[in-house]
């Protein structure tokens, strides 16, 4: 018999599926937030600013623009982005494996999981209301960039926390619809739209540095084929898996033998995705930013800051252990052993050359700490290649490691969900031209 899937006929799965109308949706909504990066919070001076942000766009406030999509620069009302959700999502995460009251509602299923989620929610908008009462204070030390028109100090600084404040929650609610109605993570489309939105800028500033002299054209072409390989190396290790062979017994039922079959357990070589790199910025962003608005610019948390700025030492060796352990975390939380040696035995398949059962869970375990270490380091040097050579050599790489990454891996997973949703659309009628319904193995 004729097994052949046909190819998706995606003229009708396009008409059909609703495709257009999600991705619309998504368009719809990074629009809008593009458009809100662009409202300044009221009192901002925003050319003093931009030409403040200038002189400091290789260190930490650089990073946290390019996460913030530019809108940290102009002060706008989506100024904080969606890094106080990613700060308290990783606190409520670390705080599950610590608290019984948090564990009993995560092994509560979908209701435990939506309290967590509603909790998450409050603590995002403390952290929003502390970050930007930071910010607004650290303005306020900057000459020239409130309008003293506006009002007292108290004014400028209770609008701003309102307004920054307000922005978050409503990203946050954003995030969450892109999710529900679009395709991808919500939250990572906000990320990529950011980090998107300044690579036009990125491209021009470099070559306008090869118009003045100021980088040779070798250079220019060596950070080109540096960055395609980067992106190459991505892709690679992104699709890479770790294959393992499941065996199911034959069984005899009447006259008949079912079983005998086999498959196989994918799992990937970098499990966690994006997410350790995403949480190991966003920690290390909090005490730099606590430490750029310290007052008279010295002290404990001036020291901090200064040893934790990017390109220095301290920071690649930070950034590369913190992407390793939330690798390692991440992993822990995605991928249960126990829970899919369990899920083997109980649909009749097995390891080949392994007993189900415990010492599956063995096997697996040891499996997932080698691709771990393995898919954390990968991280981890994707993350600090760009900081070596804007610190050693001055390589103007303005698209970072942990961006170029984001921006990758956020591409492949929207793909892949898109061609998955087309897939599905025409499920029913592949399966009906192969009469795979008609067929005595169903």
């Known amino acids: 018999m004729n097994t052949k899937v046909p190819n998706i006929d995606y003229n009708e799965a396009i008409k059909n599926s609703g495709l257009f109308k999600k991705l619309g949706f998504v368009l719809f909504a990074v629009l809008v937030y593009r458009l809100g990066t662009y409202i300044p919070v009221p009192g901002i001076n925003s050319a003093v600013l931009e030409q403040i942000f200038s002189q400091h766009q290789n260190g930490i406030l650089g990073i946290f623009d390019m996460f913030s999509g530019g809108a940290l620069m102009r002060m706008s009302v989506f100024t904080l982005g969606v890094m106080p959700y990613i700060s308290a999502s990783i606190i409520m995460t670390l705080m599950q494996s610590s608290f019984d009251s948090l564990k009993e509602l995560k092994n509560q299923g979908a209701p435990g999981r939506k309290k967590i989620q509603q909790y998450t929610r409050y603590f995002t908008v403390l952290l929003a209301i502390f970050q930007s009462y930071g910010i607004s204070n650290g303005i306020l030390n900057l ?68 118009r003045t002299g100021a980088l040779s054209a070798i250079a220019i072409v060596l950070i080109i084929f ?81 040893y934790l700025q990017p390109g220095k030492p301290l920071y690649m060796l930070f950034i590369f252990s913190m992407i390793i352990f939330f690798a390692f975390f991440y992993t822990g939380i995605v991928f249960n052993p126990k829970e899919q040696a369990e899920n083997l035995r109980n649909n009749g398949g097995f390891l080949l050359g392994y007993r189900p059962g415990e010492q599956t869970e063995k096997h697996l375990e040891h499996i997932i700490y080698r691709l771990t270490f393995v898919g954390g380091t990968y991280l981890g040097i994707i993350a600090i290649i760009p900081e070596l050579l804007i610190s050693n050599f001055s390589v103007p790489f303005y698209l970072g490691g942990t961006s170029l990454l984001i921006v990758v891996v956020v591409a492949m997973d929207l793909f892949s969900q898109i061609q998955t949703h087309l897939f599905t659309s025409q499920y029913e009628k592949i399966l009906s031209k192969n009469k795979l319904y008609k067929s005595k193995w169903l």
């Open 143 to 210: 000459s020239d960039t409130v309008d003293p028109t506006l009002g007292s100090v108290a004014f400028f600084q209770l609008s701003a926390v309102i307004t920054m404040t307000s922005g978050t929650v409503f990203l946050m609610w954003l995030g969450e619809q892109i999710t529900e109605h679009g395709f991808g993570s919500g939250i990572s489309i906000i990320i990529f739209a950011g980090i998107i939105a300044n690579l036009p800028f990125a491209i021009f500033n470099t070559f306008e540095l090869g």
């Open 226 to 306: 540096l960055l395609l390989f980067m992106i190459l190396f991505i892709v690679f290790v992104e699709r890479g898996q770790r294959r393992l062979l499941v065996q199911y017994p034959k069984r005899q039922v009447g006259n008949r033998v079912y079983g005998g079959q086999s498959s196989y357990l994918p799992i990937k070589v970098n499990i966690s995705g994006v997410i350790p790199a995403i949480f190991a910025s966003s920690l290390l962003l909090l005490p730099t930013t606590l430490s750029n608005f310290s007052p008279g610019g010295s002290g404990f948390l001036s020291n901090i800051g200064f």
